[in-house]
């Protein structure tokens, strides 16, 4: 008994590379064992399945996810910084500058670009 294959991708990027791999494993492959499989955690050690999230087109998933043809897994690599603390960290100097209103966060003074 032959068990159908399915075409996937497996993507992961650094700031300077990208690496595409197109993979046909056995349908019914999680996600866990196509990243397995592929070889991409030799070709990067600081791939750790325990620590980097995983996502199929742009949604997160669990490595148990089953894939279906077409898929293309992304493994991600940990924020650098959290992005509610860079804008928290950005509407705190607009208003120490006075770009912004503390209440609303809007401009102090709408009328203050306009040329008379």
């Given at each position: 008994?032959?068990?159908?294959?399915?075409?996937?991708?497996?993507?992961?990027?650094?700031?300077?590379?990208?690496?595409?791999?197109?993979?046909?494993?056995?349908?019914?492959?999680?996600?866990?064992?196509?990243?397995?499989?592929?070889g991409i955690c030799q070709q990067y050690k600081e791939i750790?399945?325990?620590?980097?999230?995983?996502?199929?087109?742009?949604?997160?998933?669990?490595?148990?996810?089953?894939?279906?043809?077409?898929?293309?897994?992304?493994?991600?690599?940990?924020?650098?910084?959290?992005?509610?603390?860079?804008?928290?960290?950005?509407?705190?100097?607009?208003?120490?500058?006075?770009r912004a209103d503390k209440v609303t966060g809007g401009r102090?003074?709408?009328?203050?670009?306009?040329k008379e």
């Open positions: 008994m032959s068990v159908e294959q399915i075409m996937i991708e497996l993507v992961y990027a650094l700031p300077n590379q990208q690496t595409l791999m197109s993979l046909h494993v056995d349908d019914g492959t999680s996600v866990e064992q196509a990243i397995v499989e592929s750790d399945l325990a620590v980097n999230k995983v996502g199929i087109w742009n949604k997160a998933v669990k490595l148990g996810q089953k894939l279906q043809d077409g898929d293309r897994i992304e493994i991600y690599r940990p924020l650098i910084a959290d992005p509610k603390e860079v804008r928290k960290r950005r509407a705190a100097k607009a208003k120490e500058e006075g102090v003074n709408p009328q203050r670009n306009i």
